[in-house]
């Protein structure tokens, strides 16, 4: 074969026996889940109408006045976005803690049991329909670099991806942003007329409805099940919200 005309960069990506890229679907999709922090957003400001919105029905139910029905609501909303906010701090903290933890687990283990973690590998790559020669000469090359093997059981044994720990503040401050914002809206109408609780219902159900679509679609799932699902659960917590505070109230 005449690689004569071959680009030097074809020729240094088959120098190690991979080929190019052949043509084919976008090697990135173009979706939500590509900006953390508009996925962050988004995942915070899903929920966040539930609560605001569920409790100024119930407190209406229980014929209390409007005022204490949006300080009540602002409150939930800011205290809701807080918590969120700590919340997914805390989580990509423990993330970052739990990797680096199994991660130094794993670099001993390379050092003190080779043996059991080259068959480990093995394992890993026969599940994979690797047999022979081929799976001798596979183990060999992952394990001849220690951080290439490790990479790997972290990825294929344990099921672990390194987190980003340096996102752990502007995932709080997004996904909490987002969850406040959201629980405004449902507020908002009661601001301009106390008597706005249908119009406040109406942009709960549609902020509801958006947001489930734009958060299952980060996910890849379904967006019309996603804005079903959500639109349901903060319909479902209204109606309880409403028949407690109208029990309890009178």
Same mark, same amino acid.
């Given at each position: ?7 030097? @960069?074809?020729? $240094? ?15 990135? @999709? ?14 915070? $400001? ?7 919105? *569920?409790?100024? !029905?119930?407190?209406?139910?229980? *014929? =209390? ?27 990509? %903290? ?10 130094? +687990? @794993? ?12 068959? @480990?590998?093995? $394992? ?17 090359? =992952? %394990? ?15 099921? !672990? +991806? ?25 507020? *908002? ?6 008597? &706005? ?20 679609? $980060? ?27 109208? &029990?309890?109230?009178?």
């Amino acid at each position: 074969m005449d690689t004569t005309s071959q680009t030097p @960069e074809a020729t $240094a990506v088959n120098r190690d026996g991979l080929w190019p890229m052949p043509p084919g679907p976008p090697h990135e @999709e173009a979706h939500i889940a590509q900006s953390p922090l508009l996925r962050d957003f988004v995942h915070g $400001a899903a929920d966040g109408p539930v609560l605001p919105f *569920a409790l100024a !029905l119930g407190l209406s139910g229980a *014929a =209390i006045g409007t005022a204490p029905i949006i300080v009540a609501g602002l409150a939930a909303a800011v205290a809701g976005g807080i918590a969120v906010g700590l919340r997914g701090y805390l989580a990509t %903290c423990d993330a970052a803690d739990h990797y680096a933890a199994e991660r130094r +687990k @794993e670099e001993e283990e390379t050092v003190e049991y080779v043996d059991r973690e080259r068959w @480990e590998v093995a $394992a890993i790559l026969h599940r994979y329909g690797v047999r022979g020669d081929a799976l001798h000469l596979a183990v060999d090359s =992952i %394990c001849a670099d220690q951080r290439r093997w490790v990479d790997f059981m972290m990825r294929f044994e344990l099921d !672990l +991806k390194e987190p980003e720990p340096q996102r752990a503040a502007a995932c709080a401050v997004t996904t909490g942003g987002g969850h406040l914002l959201a629980g405004l809206i449902p507020v *908002a109408p009661l601001l301009v007329d106390g008597g &706005a609780l249908a119009v406040s219902g109406a942009l709960t159900g549609a902020a509801l409805a958006v947001f489930g679509w734009l958060r299952a679609r $980060a996910n890849g799932m379904p967006p019309l099940r996603g804005a079903m699902q959500t639109l349901a659960t903060g319909a479902v917590a209204a109606a309880a919200a409403f028949i407690v505070a109208r &029990a309890v109230g009178g």
